[in-house]
C-alpha cells in the first residue's frame, strides 16, 4: 500500500458512504458535548421523534457556563442555570453519561477528554466547539462543528464531511529555554496567517514537536482552529501510550498492549505525500505576546508595537489600525512597556498540570503586583487535585493569585468571570478578539510562564531573564 | 431547513478582515436554548456606534452583506448565522470564509459566497458610488451574483451542498438512507472504550 499521512489513515478508516464528487460520510467515533452548543439540537431531535443513535460514543459535560467559586452551589445566573438545567435533562431524557458540577471526572470538554482516555488515537472526534483540535495532539482527528451538525451526529453517529487538504507543519531543531508550547502555535500562527490553514488538516511533525510533553502538544493542537484549519494533529508514539495507560476509559491491562500496538500505527508513513509543507527552525522562536484582537497579531516579547503603516496591504493596515485603537496602544511602545491589570491562567489551551507548574515555578516565593488582580483556573477537578497534592495550590494563594474551580472561565467570559471595559489582561487562553473576555476588555495571549511573571512584574516580562527560568 | 433558490436585495457593505463570530454575536447571546430571536445580538458590540453601518438607513432593508476576508473566523457557535438569518440576511458574500462557519451557514439554509478579491471590491466600490441602495440578486441555479447594471460575477459550490440548498433537505433523513452501511460499520467498529 502506498504511503499514507495520519489523517488519511483515519480519513480512510472512517468513510461510511462517499457522495460521487461531493463529500463523505464519515462515522465518528467520540462525540462530546457541552451545555451551551447542543440544547437547540437536541430540541431538533425531539421535535423529529429522533433518538441518540450511539448514546455509548457520547459523552457529556458542563464547562463553558458553569461558575469557578462554590460550583456545587446555587446558580445565581438564572440563563446559565437553565441551559445547565437543559444539559441534565437532555442527558436523561437521551440516556446520555454527563459528567456533571460535583463529579471529579467534570472539567473542560477538551481537558477531560483525554484525561479520561476518551481520546485515543486513530478515533474521530467531534465537539460543538472550535477547539475539538485539541484531541489531534494524541493522534485523532478531531473536528469542531456547529448545532446542527451536533444534531445530525447525536441523530446519526456520522458527519458530512469535503476532504480537507493535508499540510505540514515541519518544525525541526529545539525550542530554545524559555520558549512553551504555546510560543510555538502563537509563532506559527503569526506566520501562517488566522487563515493560513483554511481548509486544510495540519499535521505537526519533527524534532520539535516530538519532544513535546502531551499536555504541550494539545497546546499546539488546540490552537491550529485559531490559523484556520480544521484539526490539527500529531502522530501517536511512546509519548501518547505512556499518557494514556491507566486512564479510566481506556482498554483494561490484557487489551491495553493490543490497543497500543494498534494506536502506533497512526503515525504518518515515511515518505507520505502531503498537499502543503512548511518548514519552520524550532530555535527561531521567541517568547510570544499579541498585541492586536486576533491571534495572528503577535509579537516576540522583545519587540514593539508594530506600526500599522508597515503592513503591506490597505486591509491589513486598516485592520492594524484598527486593533491598536481598540487596544490603546501606540505603535512604537516596546511590549515589556505595557502593563496589565488582570492576569488568567486557564482555558482549553493552558490550564493542565504541567501549565499550572511553569506558573507556579515563575511565582513561587513572589507576590502579584499590587495593581493586579491574578486567577487560576484548573482545566479539571482532577487536575486541580493533582495541583493541590503538589502544594500548586499555596504557592498560587501565597502569591496572591485566586484558586478557582474547573471551568472555561474566563476564557470566553460567560460564567460572569470577566474583564471590565478597558482593563488590559495577559491571558493563557486562545483569543484576543475585541470583547473576548469581556466588553471592551484588551487581552494580550502568552504562555502560562509569562502570564505568571507579567502577574509579578505588573507588566509583560522576557520570561527568558527571570530570575528562576 | 428552508430552501435557498435565489435572493434579490439590498447589500450592505462591512469593510472588515478576519469577521470573528464573537464579533457578530458575543457570548451573552450564547445562553439561549432556542435558535430564534438572535437578531438582537447580531454585533452586539459594533452596533452601539451610530455610524455603523446597519445603522445607517439606507442599509436599513439590506439582505445581502458583504465583507473581506476569513468572515466567521473563530468560534463555532451557530448563533453566527441564525442571527445574520433573524436580522433579515440571507447571504453574506466574501473573498473568503472560515470553515466551520461556511458549514453551519449551508445548515440553515443561509448562503455564504465565495467571489475574488477584485469581485468583492468592485462590490465594495459599487456600494459606495450608489446614492441608491445598490442592490444584487444571487441566483444559486446558475451560481451568479449580478446587479442591474450589468455586472455578474459567478460562484463555485460542491454540488452536493448546492442539491441541499436548493431542496432544504434536512440531513438527518438524508443521511438515513445509508442506515444500512452506517449498521454495518458499528458492527465492525465496536465501542473503543472499557465502559
Known amino acids: ?469 | 431547513m428552508q430552501p435557498f433558490t435565489t435572493v434579490e436585495g439590498i447589500v450592505a457593505p462591512l469593510d472588515r478582515v478576519n469577521v470573528d463570530t464573537d464579533q457578530i454575536i458575543p457570548k451573552q447571546f450564547l445562553k439561549a436554548v432556542v435558535r430564534t430571536g438572535l437578531g438582537q445580538g447580531l454585533f452586539f458590540d459594533w452596533i452601539k456606534n451610530p455610524d455603523f453601518v446597519l445603522n445607517q438607513p439606507r442599509f436599513k432593508d439590506a439582505t445581502i452583506l458583504v465583507a473581506r476576508a476569513n468572515f466567521g473566523c473563530g468560534s463555532s457557535r451557530e448563533h453566527a448565522p441564525w442571527a445574520l438569518i433573524d436580522f433579515g440576511f440571507r447571504a453574506v458574500i466574501a473573498p473568503s470564509f472560515a470553515d466551520i462557519f461556511r458549514n453551519n451557514s449551508f445548515k440553515n439554509g443561509f448562503l455564504p459566497v465565495i467571489l475574488k478579491e477584485a469581485e468583492v471590491d468592485h462590490i465594495f466600490r459599487a456600494v459606495a458610488n450608489h446614492q441608491q441602495p445598490y442592490r444584487l440578486t444571487i441566483d444559486l441555479p446558475s451560481q451568479t451574483v449580478a446587479d442591474n447594471a450589468g455586472w455578474s460575477a459567478h460562484f463555485e459550490l460542491g454540488e452536493f451542498q448546492k442539491k441541499c440548498l436548493l431542496e432544504g433537505l434536512d440531513d438527518i433523513a438524508l443521511t438515513l438512507m445509508q442506515d444500512q452501511e452506517i449498521a454495518a460499520y458499528e458492527k465492525s467498529h465496536p465501542v473503543p472504550y472499557r465502559l
Not at chain 1, 1 to 26: C, R, S
Not at chain 1, 148 to 174: A, D
Not at chain 1, 321 to 330: F, T, V
Not at chain 1, 420 to 433: H, I, L, V
Request: hydrophobic share 40%; glycine share 10%.
Open chain 1, 1 to 469: 500500500m502506498a504511503a499514507q499521512t495520519l489523517f488519511e489513515k483515519i480519513w480512510n478508516d472512517h468513510v461510511v458512504y462517499q457522495q460521487p464528487d461531493g463529500p463523505a460520510l464519515l462515522y465518528i467515533d467520540l462525540h462530546l458535548v457541552h451545555e451551551v452548543t447542543s440544547p437547540q439540537a437536541f430540541e431538533g431531535l425531539r421535535n423529529s421523534g429522533r433518538k441518540v443513535r450511539a448514546t455509548d460514543r457520547t459523552f457529556c459535560t458542563l464547562d463553558h457556563d458553569v461558575p469557578t467559586i462554590n460550583q456545587t452551589g446555587p446558580i445565581s445566573d438564572p440563563d446559565a442555570a437553565l441551559q445547565i438545567e437543559h444539559m441534565r435533562k437532555n442527558c436523561r431524557d437521551f440516556g446520555l453519561r454527563l459528567f456533571d458540577l460535583g463529579s471529579h471526572e467534570q472539567g473542560i470538554v477538551h481537558v477531560i477528554g483525554p484525561q479520561l482516555g476518551l481520546t485515543q488515537p486513530g478515533l474521530t472526534i467531534v465537539c460543538g466547539d472550535s477547539h475539538t483540535s485539541t484531541h489531534g495532539a494524541l493522534g485523532a482527528l478531531a473536528i469542531g462543528i456547529g448545532t446542527s451538525e451536533v444534531g445530525h451526529v447525536l441523530g446519526t453517529q456520522c458527519l458530512w464531511q469535503v476532504k480537507p487538504k493535508s499540510f505540514e507543519v515541519l518544525v525541526n531543531g529545539k525550542l530554545g529555554r524559555g520558549v512553551s508550547a504555546k510560543d510555538l502555535i502563537l509563532g506559527i500562527i503569526g506566520r501562517i496567517g488566522t487563515s493560513g490553514g483554511t481548509g486544510c488538516v495540519i499535521e505537526y511533525r519533527g524534532e520539535a514537536i516530538e519532544a513535546l510533553s502531551m499536555d504541550e502538544r494539545m497546546t499546539v493542537c488546540n490552537m491550529t482552529i485559531e490559523g484556520g484549519a480544521r484539526a490539527g494533529m500529531i502522530g501517536a508514539d511512546q509519548k501518547t501510550i505512556d499518557y494514556l495507560r491507566g486512564r479510566r476509559f481506556v482498554p483494561s491491562e490484557k487489551e491495553f498492549d493490543q490497543a497500543a500496538a494498534r494506536w502506533l500505527k497512526y503515525r504518518t508513513d515515511e515518505g507520505a505525500h502531503f498537499d502543503r509543507s512548511i518548514t519552520f527552525d524550532a530555535a527561531s522562536f521567541a517568547p510570544q505576546v499579541t498585541w492586536g484582537t486576533n491571534p495572528g497579531m503577535v509579537i516576540e516579547v522583545t519587540g514593539k508595537v508594530p506600526d500599522p503603516a508597515g503592513f503591506d496591504d490597505a486591509a491589513q493596515r486598516e485592520s492594524a489600525a484598527r486593533a491598536l485603537e481598540y487596544m490603546a496602544l501606540k505603535p512604537g511602545v516596546p511590549i515589556v512597556d505595557i502593563a496589565v491589570d488582570r492576569v488568567f491562567i486557564g482555558s482549553c489551551t493552558n490550564s493542565r498540570l504541567t501549565d499550572l507548574q511553569a506558573a507556579a515555578q515563575t511565582v513561587r516565593g513572589k507576590r502579584v503586583a499590587n495593581t493586579v488582580h491574578a486567577m487560576v483556573v484548573p482545566g479539571s477537578w482532577q487536575i486541580k487535585a493533582e495541583a493541590e497534592k503538589l502544594g500548586l495550590d499555596k504557592i498560587f494563594k501565597e502569591a496572591g493569585f485566586e484558586w478557582r474551580e474547573a471551568g472555561c472561565s474566563m476564557c470566553l467570559a460567560m460564567n460572569g468571570d470577566m474583564l471590565q471595559p478597558g482593563e488590559r489582561c495577559a491571558s493563557t487562553s486562545n483569543r484576543n478578539f475585541e470583547g473576548r473576555q469581556g466588553a471592551g476588555g484588551r487581552t494580550h495571549l502568552v504562555s502560562p510562564a509569562m502570564a505568571a511573571a507579567a502577574a509579578v512584574a505588573g507588566h509583560f516580562v522576557d520570561i527568558r531573564e527571570w530570575a528562576n527560568a
